[in-house]
Structure formats: C-alpha cells, structure tokens
C-alpha cells in the first residue's frame, strides 16, 4: 500500500511538471516576447480549469483521481508556475529547455541502443543452447522481452524527435516547411501531449500495484522483476513529451520565423 501511494504521488508530481511545461512552446508561438509568459498562464489555468471540470463531471475519472492526488497535481503546476514566471519567462525557458530535452532523449536513446547487440547475442545464445545442446532457461528467454521493451519504451521519444518512426505518409512529404510545421505543431498538441499525459494518468495505479506485489515472472526460474519493466512506462511517457517539446518549440519557431 505504501509502495502504490508514493508511485501514485510521483506520478501525479510527473504530470504536475510535464503539463504546464508542454504549454510553453504554445504560449511562445501565441504571444510575442513581452506577452508569452501572460498567454503561458491564462493557457495553464484555462486546461487545469478544463481538466477539473471534466473530472468531476465524470464519476469514473473522479473515483481514479483521489482528491489529494488533484492538490499534488494543482500544487506542483502552481508551483512550476511561479518558478518560470520569476526566472525569466516563457521564452527564456523554451530556448533552454528545448536542446536539454534533445539532449536527454538522444543520450538515453543512444545508452539503451547498445542493448540490442546484448538481445541479439542472447537471442543467439538462446538458439543455440536449445537447439544443439537441447537446454533452454526461461530467465534467458524472458531476459529478451525486457531488453526489447526497454528500448522500445526509452529510445521510441528519439525515434520521434528525428523523423525515425513509422509515418503514414499522405502529404507531408511534398508540404513546404511551414506546412510541415504547422503539421507538427498541430499534431503534437492535438495528439501526442494528450496521450503522454493519459499514460501518466493510467500508469500511477498500474505501476503502483505491481510495485506493491513485487510483480514477478508466472515461472518460477524466470525473472522476478516486472515491476521494474513497467517502470519503465511512465518514462517512456516522459521522454516522448520531451521529444514532443523539442518538435514543438522548433516547429513554432518556423511558424514564427524566427528560425
């Protein structure tokens, strides 16, 4: 029980930083240099506002979000708040935060990589050891998934932030570049922060109540350590809305012009 509520108040703290956050390339693009910290402010209150609303008109989403974990969550977004409208503003914060996110998600992308060459030597191993020798371990096997869900879910925000994932390619291609931006632009306030902000949402129960159980493999020589790979779930959520802040800031700046 301890376990799932301290999951469930980082998570909660998590969402509390990454939402208003996700705001300030929107909030640049809208309002120019002397105006965008103001436009940040009425653009966070307004989605808070909205959010709460929402809540509490629906009783399901009601009952998963406890009313402490809102006070976490409201807290944490008044909190960065104040922070960023007290250092610098709005653009200050985009133009530095904009490379560090690059920068954190390509190093973990880039960290996590080197363990597709330790899959495929496993995998070798594996083949090998059943089909020659005729032994097979189930730690090795399960050892597999890990690694691959470990990459997929760590690197998937660089995949994104350099063009490397899969894209149902209609008219991007031929847009010109302020079309691509606005695409961009649109397509990561529209779908992609709603969706990381959903995968925080859902995975403070989910990741808290495996963390309670000690969620282990169904076998008994297998890895006893799932919890930890679903971990790795609301790192993935964060990564991406990382990546997703750096498409945005930059695909804002082309709609601006200014870069």
């Known amino acids: 029980m301890t376990l799932t509520l301290i999951g469930d108040i980082a998570n909660w ?13 929107l909030a640049v693009y809208f309002g120019n240099t002397s105006r965008s910290t103001l436009s940040w402010v009425v653009l966070v209150s307004v989605f808070v506002a909205a959010g ?16 402490q974990a809102l006070m ?20 200050r914060y985009v133009t530095q935060l904009s490379p560090l996110f690059s920068s954190i998600t390509r190093i973990t992308a880039q960290i996590v990589m080197w363990l597709l060459l330790a899959m495929a030597f496993i995998q070798f ?7 020659v020798f005729g032994i097979n371990y189930i730690f090795m096997q399960e050892s597999i998934t890990y690694l691959h869900g470990t990459v997929f879910l ?3 925000g660089y995949a994104l932030m350099t063009d490397d994932h899969v894209r149902v390619d209609i008219f991007y291609r031929g847009a010109s570049e302020k079309k691509k931006a606005l695409i961009d632009f649109l397509g990561t306030y529209l779908f992609l922060f709603p969706v990381c902000l959903l995968l925080l949402w ?3 129960p989910y990741v808290g109540n495996s963390w309670a159980v000690g969620e282990g493999s169904a076998e008994t020589s297998g890895i006893q350590a799932v919890f930890l790979l679903k971990s790795l779930i609301p790192a993935f959520a964060i990564l991406l809305a990382m990546a997703g802040f750096s498409i945005a800031a930059r695909a804002g700046g082309v709609l601006k012009g200014t870069s």
Not at 52 to 67: D, K, M
Request: hydrophobic letters at 65%.
């Open 154 to 156: 760590l690197a998937a």
């Open 13 to 25: 703290l998590a969402a509390g930083i990454v939402f208003p956050l996700m705001l300030l390339p």
């Open 125 to 131: 191993g594996v083949v090998v050891m059943r089909y």
């Open 72 to 91: 976490i969550f409201a807290g944490t977004v008044i909190a960065v708040a104040f922070c960023i409208g007290l250092t610098g503003g709005a653009d």
């Open 52 to 67: 709460l609303l929402f809540a509490w008109l629906v009783p399901v989403i009601t009952a998963t979000a406890s009313p």
């Open 202 to 204: 859902t995975a403070s």
